[in-house]
């Protein structure tokens, strides 16, 4: 029983690292990929350059994720985890290109809800390769609304105090009276809403795929 115990807590321990792990590949990924991007033209180097990096880095966090989910026992499922990361990638190159055609706090406000509603749908999609179901199989999963809020929301309070546009003032006079530079606090937050975003994705996750697996009758009776 013990034993039992103490190999669960491990592997609980380890799924966090993972999760810890994920979020400061994708958080710096998306710091160069923004630096990069900053005042280029969508058809530079650096815009190229930006999003092939973009795109390899959420290739390196969603095998993590597959890794916390499934465990080393399971495959890398190159193919899909290649077309969920480069769907990603274009998610994000998307929302900013629509924040920046837009602009100001008009442009955020858009970009954010568009940004939320798209990543439910990508984020159902990454879950269903994660449980080895083609992406695809299913448009959207209510679960995936929580956190896909969290993540637009802190990628748009990043956004604005990394780049200062004009809705950001509050936020960067709340970051000036702790005594930080907003860059930093936009990040921070950046972070925190990253680790919830794949905290939550990884459970739901891991749930649907010991559903998937339990004998039939253990499915009924669990739903009793």
Do not use: K
Request: charged share 15%; aromatic share 8%; with cysteine.
């Amino acid at each position: 029983m013990f034993d039992a115990l103490r190999s669960d807590r491990v592997a609980a321990a380890c799924r966090w690292a993972l999760v810890v792990g994920v979020t400061g590949v994708e958080a710096a990924a998306l710091s160069v990929w923004l630096a990069l991007l900053a005042g280029a033209s969508p058809r530079s180097r650096e815009a190229v350059v930006g999003a092939v990096a973009l795109a390899a880095a959420l290739l390196v966090g969603q095998f993590l994720v597959d890794l916390a989910v499934n465990g080393p026992a399971v495959g890398f499922p190159l193919g899909r985890t290649l077309a969920v990361s480069v769907s990603e990638a274009a998610l994000w190159t998307g929302w900013l290109a629509v924040v920046a055609a837009l602009g100001g706090a008009r442009g955020l406000f858009v970009g954010g809800v568009a940004f939320a509603v798209a990543l439910a749908a990508q984020h159902t999609a990454e879950i269903d390769a994660l449980r080895g179901v083609p992406p695809g199989s299913r448009l959207f999963d209510v679960r995936t609304v929580g956190y896909s809020l969290v993540t637009a929301a802190g990628a748009t309070a990043w956004l604005a105090l990394e780049t200062g546009l004009a809705s950001a003032g509050s936020l960067a006079d709340l970051a000036a009276a702790a005594g930080l530079a907003p860059g930093t606090v936009g990040f921070a937050v950046l972070v925190a809403a990253l680790l919830v975003e794949h905290a939550i994705g990884v459970a739901i996750a891991r749930r649907e795929c010991a559903e998937r697996t339990a004998p039939v009758w253990f499915r009924r009776r669990s739903w009793t």
